[in-house]
């Protein structure tokens, strides 16, 4: 049981419940677990614990240098224990560990939102994995089935180079959008449908009739699966 990818006469099929195997170039989001020298330990949904070194990140104000020891005892000041990061899988070591790197200004430190986690089988491979929903929020899908849920920013902040977080009260109608998107996710995750930005607007939408906290009803997930699914299936053909 599983996803099937076909490749011309090669068929696999891949497990509906795996841990992330990393590939580079992938973007993933993690959570800080241990600050060590000169590099940060990185909880990734993988068998082995990722790393985030000193030197693969942008510095406060998108500042260009070497790093310095000072820069080396600051390092709780830019991510500590518990953080949450969105970052691009830099390389794979021998043993499937994986080095990430916060190089560009999209990446880095994670704000207010909602954290929801899924299978790594059942996020779709895509050529962007930052999205801005219509319905007034925006989605990370991390390709190691950590998905992060947040408020889409009025502005985009270039100037900080992906430190600040934004910790002013989010109001009701945006944190009701996020509720709604996150109890989506779980809908589509329990009837293992693929997720990307097209399954998840299209569940979104579907939901529209019923309240929030029904979504996670079993009848109610299965009418609205079946309704995005059917207009999939309409896209596609």
């Known amino acids: 049981a599983g996803a099937v990818e076909r490749v011309n ?4 099929v891949r497990a509906l419940k795996t841990r992330y195997n990393g590939e580079v ?3 993933v989001v993690g959570r800080i677990t241990e600050v060590q020298q000169k590099r940060w330990k990185v909880e990734t949904n993988s068998r082995l614990d990722s790393v985030l070194l000193l030197s693969s990140m942008n510095l406060p104000g998108g500042e260009l240098r070497r790093r310095s020891a000072e820069d080396e005892l600051a390092m709780r000041d830019y991510l500590q224990e518990g953080d949450l990061i969105s970052a691009e899988v830099q390389s794979v070591f021998s043993d499937g560990a994986v080095s990430l790197h916060t190089r560009s200004l999209k990446y880095g430190k994670l704000g207010q939102g909602v954290l929801v986690q899924v299978s790594p089988s059942l996020v779709k491979r895509q050529k962007t994995h930052f999205h801005d929903l219509p319905c007034g929020a925006s989605v990370i899908l ?13 502005q985009k902040d270039e100037e900080a180079g992906g430190f600040t977080t934004n910790l002013e009260p989010v109001p009701l109608s945006d944190r009701e959008v996020i509720s709604r998107l996150r109890n989506c996710i779980v809908a589509l995750v329990t009837q293992n449908l693929m997720l990307f930005d097209t399954s998840i607007l299209y569940c979104y939408e579907a939901s529209l009739s019923h309240q929030i906290k029904d979504i996670l009803k079993p009848e109610v997930m299965e009418e ?3 309704e995005t699914r059917q207009r999939l299936l309409d896209l596609e053909g």
Not at 142 to 154: A, H, L, M, Q
């Open 142 to 154: 991390g390709n190691n089935g950590f998905i992060w849920i947040y408020p889409t920013p009025e």
């Open 9 to 12: 006469k090669l068929v696999c």
């Open 25 to 27: 170039g992938d973007i």
């Open 224 to 226: 609205i699966v079946l």
